[in-house]
C-alpha cells in the first residue's frame, strides 16, 4: 500500500476540476480507491424516497475526489505544499517542503 499524505482533518485545496482553488476539511480517506472526501468540494444532488421514520426529499452531499487533486495546506505560509517526512525526536513527521514546518 502507498503512503498517503493526507489524512482526516487536514485543511487541503483542490488543484484542478470545477472546483479548483477551493480549500476544506478532509472528512474520509477512501484508501484503497486513492480519494477523499473534502468538506464543500463537489456536492452533489440526491433523490431520496420518503420512509416512515424520514422525509425525503432533495438531499445533498459531498462526493470524494482523487487524492492527486488535492495539495495540503502548509500553516507557516497558508499556500498549497508539497510534503515530505522527517525525523524529529525519534519519530517521522510530516513537513513542508518549501518552508520546513512540521505539519501536524
Known amino acids: 500500500m502507498d503512503k ?5 482533518g487536514d ?6 476540476g470545477k ?3 477551493v480549500r476544506g476539511e478532509v472528512l474520509h480517506v477512501l484508501r484503497d480507491e486513492r ?3 473534502v468538506k464543500g468540494v463537489n456536492v452533489c ?4 424516497k420518503p420512509s ?4 425525503g426529499g432533495l438531499i445533498k452531499g459531498e462526493r470524494s475526489v482523487h ?10 505560509d497558508d499556500k498549497p505544499v508539497r510534503t515530505g517526512v522527517k525525523m524529529i525526536d525519534g519519530k517521522k ?12
Open 4 to 8: 498517503w499524505k493526507i489524512k482526516k
Open 11 to 16: 485543511t487541503v485545496q483542490l488543484i484542478s
Open 19 to 21: 472546483d479548483k482553488g
Open 35 to 37: 480519494r477523499v472526501v
Open 45 to 48: 444532488t440526491r433523490h431520496k
Open 52 to 55: 416512515a421514520s424520514d422525509p
Open 67 to 76: 487524492a492527486s487533486n488535492v495539495m495540503l495546506i502548509d500553516p507557516a
Open 93 to 104: 513527521v510530516r513537513t513542508s517542503k518549501r518552508t520546513g514546518v512540521a505539519i501536524s
